[in-house]
């Protein structure tokens, strides 16, 4: 079983900054693409930023030069850089990863419980 567990969620002015983190464990064999989503109350989730296990990245065009996505794979661990944030940024931000749990096993994705991120003055 593989467990994602985000942190560094908060309030923060708008123009602030913020960083999340979100931390994988349990039965991991590799893990392939990472990634952030959110969702804002009353709207679907959507995607913020990915990052491939070569890193190569992507990037919603609403957060693109405010937002940096990066991995540390030998921690297994996605961060989220979030700068100049907005109050349309404010929302549940939720970690995703592309998991393969052992050597001859499928890869299937996991979702952290997300952390909430809320940007007003």
């Known amino acids: 079983q593989v467990q994602l567990v985000e942190s560094g969620g908060g309030l923060v002015q708008p123009g602030g900054s913020l960083r999340l983190s979100c931390a994988t464990s349990?039965?991991?064999?590799?893990?392939?693409?990472m990634g952030w989503y959110r969702q804002a109350p009353g709207k679907q989730r959507e995607l913020v930023a990915t990052?491939?296990?070569?890193?190569?990245?992507n990037y919603a065009d609403s957060v693109k030069g405010r937002f940096t996505i990066s991995r540390d794979n030998a921690k297994n661990t996605v961060y989220l850089q979030m700068n100049s944030l907005k109050p349309e940024d404010t929302a549940v931000y939720y970690c995703?990863?592309?998991?393969?749990?052992?050597?001859?096993?499928?890869?299937?994705?996991?979702w952290g419980q997300g952390t909430q991120v809320t940007v007003s003055s």
């Open positions: 349990g039965s991991i064999f590799s893990i392939y693409a």
């Open positions: 995703h990863a592309i998991i393969r749990a052992t050597m001859t096993g499928s890869a299937g994705g996991s």
């Open positions: 990052v491939t296990s070569g890193g190569g990245t």
